[in-house]
Each structure stands twice: as structure tokens, then as C-alpha cells.
């Protein structure tokens, strides 16, 4: 039988909210909504440098365990078929391409997610 407990407030030790996540394999490392080199929001994410035309480099906070982590981007805004791409990445950055079928690259808003151990 599972177990729930109930409470109108949780507490850390020193008596804040306590922080939830960031410890396993299935949490989310880092995430950026970004267009060209304005960060919308972010989370473990210094800074995205504008390339060229269509190709990004995210700066993470903190380094990833290692170069070996999982990633997914998207352009947001464009209606043709698109493709991301990383290139160039190591643990404390990742870069990403975005392109339209033909393989032109384009400059979109993009939205990208890490996962690592």
C-alpha cells in the first residue's frame, strides 16, 4: 500500500522552501527559450552566443557531468519543416544549427532542453 503524506507546509532546515529535483538522471540540467542572443528564460544557462545565421552556442552555469548528455531544440516560430542540431559541444556548452528541409539555416526563437547524469 502506498503511503501519502499531507501538510500545509514544507520547510528545509533552515526553514525555507525546500528545493526539489536537479539529483537524478530524469531532471532537466538546464533549458533556454531564446531568440538570437536574448534569453527569454533560462535555467543553468549563462549566456547564448549568435554564430552566424541560424547557429547558436548555449553556455551552461554549471558544467554537465560530462559531454555524453541528451538534448532536444526546436524553432518555434517558423511553419516549414525544421530540423536542430548539435555540433561543437562539450560540458560546458552545446552548440545547435537550425535548419529548414533544403538545409538552410535560419534564425529562429528556439526553445532547448539538457539532460545528463
Given at each position: 500500500?502506498?503511503?501519502?503524506?499531507?501538510?500545509?507546509n514544507f520547510e528545509n532546515g533552515t526553514g525555507g522552501v525546500p528545493q526539489l529535483?536537479?539529483?537524478?538522471?530524469?531532471?532537466?540540467?538546464?533549458?533556454?527559450?531564446?531568440?538570437?542572443?536574448?534569453?527569454?528564460?533560462?535555467?543553468?544557462?549563462?549566456?547564448?552566443?549568435?554564430?552566424?545565421?541560424?547557429?547558436?552556442?548555449?553556455?551552461?552555469?554549471?558544467?554537465?557531468?560530462?559531454?555524453?548528455?541528451?538534448?532536444?531544440?526546436?524553432?518555434?516560430?517558423?511553419?516549414?519543416?525544421?530540423?536542430?542540431y548539435s555540433y561543437a559541444s562539450d560540458a560546458s556548452k552545446f552548440s545547435v544549427?537550425?535548419?529548414?528541409?533544403?538545409?538552410?539555416?535560419?534564425?529562429?526563437?528556439?526553445?532547448?532542453?539538457?539532460?545528463?547524469?
Amino acid at each position: 500500500m502506498a503511503s501519502a503524506v499531507v501538510s500545509d507546509n514544507f520547510e528545509n532546515g533552515t526553514g525555507g522552501v525546500p528545493q526539489l529535483g536537479g539529483t537524478s538522471a530524469t531532471t532537466c540540467k538546464a533549458w533556454v527559450n531564446f531568440d538570437g542572443s536574448i534569453i527569454y528564460d533560462s535555467y543553468n544557462v549563462s549566456s547564448v552566443t549568435d554564430n552566424a545565421t541560424g547557429e547558436f552556442t548555449i553556455n551552461f552555469t554549471e558544467n554537465m557531468s560530462n559531454a555524453n548528455y541528451s538534448f532536444g531544440a526546436t524553432g518555434k516560430g517558423n511553419t516549414t519543416a525544421s530540423a536542430s542540431y548539435s555540433y561543437a559541444s562539450d560540458a560546458s556548452k552545446f552548440s545547435v544549427r537550425l535548419v529548414l528541409t533544403d538545409n538552410t539555416k535560419y534564425d529562429d526563437l528556439i526553445a532547448a532542453q539538457i539532460f545528463s547524469n
